[in-house]
């Protein structure tokens, strides 16, 4: 300590002698945006300095300054200011730059010992690369507009770099390289700056001297990775403004990875809740409403094959590996024609392939959750693979508790993902992801449920001409599930499920910089697994049953086409035709004309043979969103899709579970349809270091699946007798902003929501609250999601979230009566009442030193609190007699305390 | 570096330890339904037939406001037709042998209120009976919550009938009724007072409602169902009746208590399905969207019953008699212990299967 300080003392007397002159040098100059690294590196290349520094210790948040006539010491002073980083003068020539506590004299000469011995890598600049490229010759030239093509790709790996964009700096004009990484430029003959970028690539700014149609591929190097996290939020920035999509979110892996999360796992559905337009309807609850629609109006889709059921353990985990994800997309009511099959969202979630270079890996550890990744070379440049697991293991801690149902308990999952690609060429790919997961769910001995999901997906892509890309995706799949009471005479196992097969190719033409053309079709077979009885333990007396379910085809045809009107205003038109078949085998009822469907109206039976056609569904889904910019920093974007849907989540509980049941439409159960309208201003601030939205919403549907008064759906072989048809209408604006840099980022989102149903029933078993509209289960006025993330230094980073949403809808007690010694509660019309509100505090420090460029095992902390105030929300109000035989209302909270989570997580 | 681990750890679990996951939760109050209740059976047992009509109140109170002066007729599909009598207020009765309870026979009551509103059931055919075969306990572990919502594991007598429903293609459908009746003994607290024998009812499985509609396919074949299920505690050092009635019901009686079953076995979970107005079977001829509680029940019906008493059950579950023993009571007297009329459901005439 002493041989330190002394080392200190020395240096500062050694400062103050020898080196006056260079602390003294006089700075000037404005500096915006930049990071530490960019800021030293500029001023040792116009002020002759040189400064020795760990980079991996510095800090690459971005920052703004401003200098006039600042000695050096007042510029390292400043710029250093709220890190953990001083600076003192080594020698004449070097400044060093270590953490505070790490200045001693050995730390130092290490330092300029491995900085003089070439050991220290300097992270890419995030300046850009300065390219410049002519085509043709002036003096050929007329005053036409020549146009551009190409593609851009990752130099390390060839891989398509997707939504690139390519912004003309003079008129601020420009586009997206598509699924390809292809773009087409129409530029005017001349010189013209083209600005290329993309999160965690070094920009280009290349100057095009264009005087002839002609082409051009453009490699981006990698950054640092530090930079990758820095400017993670650029996308949607940027996107948000100049996309002529409405209604669109992008969530990067690092930013859901980011976030306070529950057990400390980072997840895709909880990160997704926090969008503006997205709400969920308790703790436990699997699945997400977007903009007033059910569950079941949401497309999940993982690699292009569509999933069922997205949730581990209740809601709390989602299907989705993190580590694994190149990038999450949201259209929340407005969707390009390529997406369809459900009536209110689509989300797609995509894995990034294996690393075609080497071997990494990546993995953590909680204290009730583990996972492991690894990515690599099968044949290095051309085959890769890419496999993850994950488990959650939560019975030790059930079992400390000291409720005897809990810890009677039992939950647990395990899931495994794995991706081979194989690019032959630089043309041609294709991609093989397998997913299969497990889910068990035991409630004190009483009773339980466990699913499973088997997912193969294939996916083929091709760039066949400059213009003309083709893709296609095939997929099998099957999901299971199982309720089940595991002892006792009543002892059962129920199970049911659903397979699927998808294909569905596509392809994307590029014929001018004014179109980008997509042309596909898509083929869904469905066959709904039986519902099946079965005993369970020899004490059972359950007799055997099965109730036999559908099956059906779904197809669609679509072209889509955003066309580039005029500068500044795109629109993107799309048109989809979508038809169903239901089709035998199918013991099929009918009921008599003008009367209620119920057992008491039956009055006939047809036998389905296989295949045999039943009843066929089929329309049109016309799609169309315009955007007109009004600046570089803002647009208005409106858009109206109508958006068929065949398959349904059939669930008459207040949220979905894992064994609920999907049905095909059918005869009984017309497809859903709904008209979705939006209109939205989009405003970036301070070149996109603020991003702010404003949309406003409206939805019209038809055929929406309710149910009646109590209805029974298990085992029900006549469950149409049960299921009503409603209209609906949602409607609601959304307000976003976001800081996307800086030491300090964040979002706020606040929705206003309002959703309807309404029956239209001529009898009264048909009709609910009286025809009536009333609110939906998930009709949640008020949502306020609020996130703050702050870099303490490097690899500290504190995160904080609240959550507010209004109660949900519920149906009370209006009186009650005695009957036969039972006490009958009577309740009042469907959702008159709210529960109370939900809110809820987390945080999470992390400790992340994964990061650091050096490769080897690189490990990272987080200790999260979820639900820090440790806030009883309810999930439901239930009433029932207490143990003291005394009617009573009692609030159920899934999550009534504090959660806290301590990850360790790694890579190498 | 341990005790900090040690440390983490034990936050983890005190804040676990925190979850309390239910609790009493207070509503608004909000305006009560009165809305008109009756409830009433037609059973093929050669008793009287009891009906009772009122008008329900406030959520919790369990009020009933008897209605009284109401005609109160029941017809029978063969023609005939007879009038209960009202003996208290709300309450009428029907002479078993008023109207043969016939099987296969349809019935129904109409309801003429003084204020001019008439009410009818809708016609239920009286079911043919399904016998029972066996009745037996088991002494099985369970779950029991104290008066402060602690959940324990503790014994329970569980009482399983057996039998076999007879194959048809739908139903049969059968309702499972229990009571249990155990003999407490009071003390001679006061010179020359005698101790008493009370016979106590007591309805363990209240709110438990046993329902069979033979959608198992299982018509034919020998069938076992646990019907009621009571704490082993304190009276199980007397002997006890078990008895269980077994009630063929309609099609449409099982629909209303499944759906009141599902009204009171909440618990609050994802499985719940949200609650709803059951409504019964009786309506408003003038207006058929008004919602009437209650039900009026045909039904045929056996009975069979067992009996348990200090010898069949362990010892250290049954716990100390509530009042002590001659070499120990507990100061002061639990009520009840010098005069166990005053305990609720007592009496002492015993029943005539004691």
């Known amino acids: 300590m002493g041989k330190n300080l002394l080392f200190i003392i020395l240096l500062v007397f050694s ?114 690369r300065e390219v410049e490229f002519t085509f043709g010759e002036s003096a050929t030239s007329t005053s036409k507009n020549y146009s551009l093509r190409g593609r851009v790709y990752d130099k390390y790996s060839q891989q398509p770099v997707i939504g690139a964009t390519l912004i003309n700096e003079s008129t601020r004009d420009g586009t997206a390289t598509d699924a390809y990484g292809k773009y087409e430029l129409s530029l005017p003959a001349g010189s013209h700056q083209i600005f290329i970028q993309y999160i965690g690539y070094q920009p280009v700014r290349a100057t095009i001297n264009i005087f002839q149609d002609d082409q051009l591929d453009i490699p981006l190097n990698v950054q ?62 699997a699945g997400f409403n977007v903009r007033g629609g059910n569950v079941d109006q949401n497309l999940v889709t993982f690699d292009g094959a569509p ?87 939560p019975n030790w801690i059930l079992r400390q508790l000291k409720n005897e149902e809990v810890r009677r308990s039992a939950a647990f999952f395990v899931d495994g993902t794995a991706k081979i690609t194989h690019k032959f060429n630089n043309s041609h790919q294709v991609s093989l992801t397998g997913y299969s997961s497990r889910d068990n769910f035991e409630f004190a001995g009483a009773y339980g449920f466990a699913w499973t999901t088997q997912l193969a997906s294939l996916n083929w892509r091709s760039i066949l001409t400059e213009q003309l890309s083709f893709a296609a995706t095939a997929v099998t799949s099957t999901y299971g599930s199982e309720l089940f009471e595991p002892s006792g005479f009543s002892a059962f196992t129920l199970t049911s499920g659903l397979n699927y097969q998808h294909f569905k190719p596509y392809v994307f033409y590029n014929p001018s910089a004014a179109h980008q053309i997509t042309l596909g079709v898509e083929g869904t077979r469905y066959q709904t697994q039986p519902e099946i009885l079965s005993p369970r333990g020899e004490r059972s007396t359950v007799a055997e049953r099965r109730v036999d379910k559908d099956e059906a085809e779904e ?136 991003v702010s939205s404003l949309e406003f919403f409206y939805k019209d549907s038809r055929n929406l699946v309710t149910y009646k008064d109590l209805a029974q759906l298990l085992l029900n072989d006549h469950i149409e007798t049960e299921l009503l048809p409603a209209i609906g209408r949602a409607y609601g604006a959304e307000f976003s902003i976001q800081k996307t840099e800086g030491r300090w980022s964040g979002s706020l989102s606040y929705t206003y929501s309002r959703s309807f149903l309404r029956t239209q029933g001529e009898f009264i078993e048909e009709r609910i609250n009286g025809n009536e509209w009333f609110p939906t289960n998930f009709d949640q006025p008020h949502q306020l999601d609020i996130t703050l993330s702050r870099k303490l230094n490097p690899t500290n980073t504190l995160a904080v979230s609240w959550t507010y949403r209004t109660g949900r809808p519920t149906t009370i007690p209006v009186s009650d009566y005695d009957i036969q010694n039972v006490t009958v509660a009577h309740f009042s019309q469907r959702n008159q009442f709210r529960i109370p509100a939900y809110h809820r505090l987390d945080v999470s420090y992390t400790v992340d030193n994964t990061r650091a460029r050096r490769r080897g095992f690189r490990g990272s902390l987080n200790l999260s609190f979820y639900n820090l105030y440790a806030q009883r929300n309810p999930f439901s109000i239930y009433f029932r007699k207490d143990v003291n035989n005394i009617q009573q209302a009692f609030r159920l909270s899934v999550l009534g305390a504090t959660f806290p989570a301590l990850t360790y997580n790694f890579v190498f | 570096m341990k005790l900090r681990h040690s440390l983490i750890f034990g936050l983890l679990l005190l804040l676990l330890g925190f979850n309390s996951c239910i609790e009493p939760f207070q509503f608004e109050r909000v305006e009560p339904a009165e809305l008109l209740v009756v409830r009433g059976q037609f059973t093929t047992t050669q008793s009287e037939h009891h009906l009772q009509i009122g008008t329900s109140g ?232 008004e919602i009437v509680l209650g039900y009026f029940e045909v039904s045929s ?16 579950q049954r716990g100390r008699p509530r009042c002590g023993n001659i070499f120990q009571r507990p100061d002061p007297l639990p009520s009840g212990c010098c005069e166990c009329l005053v305990l609720d459901n007592s009496t002492d005439i015993p029943p005539y299967y004691w």
């Not at chain 2, 919550?145 to 503790?154: D, F, I, P, Q, R």
């Not at chain 2, 019906?301 to 250290?316: G, K, Q, S, V």
């Open chain 1, 555 to 690: 197809y669609a045809l679509y072209l889509n086409d955003d066309i580039k009107i005029a500068e500044g205003f795109s629109i993107a038109l799309g048109i989809r035709y979508s038809g169903m078949r239901h089709r035998g085998p199918k013991t099929l009822y009918s009921y008599e004309e003008g009367q209620p469907i119920n057992l008491t109206t039956q009055n006939d039976t047809l036998q389905i043979t296989d295949n045999q056609p039943i009843q066929s569904y089929s329309g049109w889904e016309p799609r169309i969103s315009a955007k007109v910019s009004l600046g570089e920093q803002s647009s208005i974007k409106m858009g109206y899709n109508r958006l068929r849907q065949y398959i349904h989540l059939i669930s008459n509980t207040a949220v979905a579970t894992p064994v609920d049941i999907w049905q095909v439409s059918n005869r009984y159960v017309p497809p859903q349809e709904s008209d979705n309208y939006s209109i939205g201003y989009f405003q970036n601030l301070k070149k996109g270091l603020w």
């Open chain 1, 15 to 128: 400062n103050s002698l020898k080196s006056q002159d260079s602390y003294n040098t006089p700075i000037s100059g404005s500096y915006e945006n930049v990071t530490l690294f960019e800021l030293l590196t500029t001023l040792e290349r116009d002020y002759n300095l040189t400064f020795y520094y760990n980079p991996d210790r510095i800090p690459y948040y971005l920052q703004s300054f401003e200098f006039e006539k600042k000695s050096l010491r007042e510029v390292l002073n400043i710029t250093l200011e709220g890190s953990n980083l001083s600076h003192s003068h080594y020698n004449e020539k070097v400044i060093i730059i270590l953490p505070r506590r790490e200045l001693t004299r050995e730390n130092a000469d290490e330092l300029v010992r491995a900085w003089e011995a070439g050991e220290i890598e300097l992270p890419t600049s995030t300046e850009p």
């Open chain 1, 307 to 393: 999933v069922f059921n997205a949730s581990h353990i209740l809601g709390f985990f989602s299907v989705f590996n993190p580590d694994m994800l190149s990038e999450v997309a949201l259209y929340k009511g407005n969707m390009p024609a390529q997406y369809g099959g459900r009536a209110s969202s689509a989300l797609t979630v995509s894995t990034k392939d294996g690393d075609f270079q080497r071997f990494r890996g990546r993995g953590g550890l909680g204290l009730v959750n583990g996972k492991l990744m690894l990515e690599g070379p099968i044949f290095k440049n051309k085959t890769s693979f890419m496999a993850g697991v994950r488990s959650a293991y």
């Open chain 2, 58 to 289: 406030e959520y919790k109170r369990v009020a009933f406001v008897p209605e009284s002066g109401a005609l109160v007729e029941l017809f029978a599909e063969d023609g005939n037709s007879a009038v209960y009598e009202e003996r208290e207020a709300g309450d009428y009765y029907l002479a078993a042998n008023s109207i043969c309870a016939v099987i296969g026979q349809s019935y129904f009551i109409k309801i003429s209120l003084t204020d001019g509103r008439v009410y009818q059931s809708t016609p239920a055919t009286l079911p043919a009976p399904v016998a029972l075969d066996q009745i037996a306990f088991t002494i099985e572990d369970g779950f029991s919550a104290n008066s402060l919502g602690v959940v324990l594991t503790k014994q329970f007598v569980n009482i399983n009938v057996a039998l076999t429903p007879p194959k048809q293609t739908i139903g049969p459908f059968i309702k499972w009724d229990t009571e249990n009746v155990y003999i407490f003994i009071d003390l001679s607290c006061g010179p020359g007072e005698p101790a008493r024998d009370c016979y106590i009812t007591d309805f363990p499985n209240q709110q438990d409602i046993f329902l069979y509609d033979g959608s198992d396919n299982i018509g034919g074949q020998f069938f076992q169902k646990t019907v009621l299920s009571k704490r082993i505690n304190e009276t199980h050092n007397y002997r006890q009746y078990y008895s269980v009635y077994q009630k063929s019901i309609t099609e449409d009686a099982h629909r209303y208590w499944s759906q009141v079953d599902q009204i009171v076995n909440q618990v609050g979970s994802i499985f719940d399905v949200p609650p709803a107005p059951v409504r019964g079977n009786i309506f408003n001829t003038e207006d058929r969207d």
């Open chain 1, 224 to 285: 640092s990775l530090e930079l990758t996290e820095v400017v993670v939020e650029a996308k949607g920035a940027g996107e948000k403004v100049r996309s002529t999509q409405i209604g669109v979110e992008f969530l990067s892996p690092q930013k859901i990875r980011e976030l306070p999360s529950f057990l400390g796992e980072p997840d895709v559905l909880k990160s997704i809740e926090r969008l503006a337009g997205v709400s969920t309807t308790g703790d436990a609850s």
């Open chain 2, 301 to 316: 019906a056996d009975t069979l019953r067992i009996t348990t008493d200090a010898r069949f059950i362990p010892f250290e």
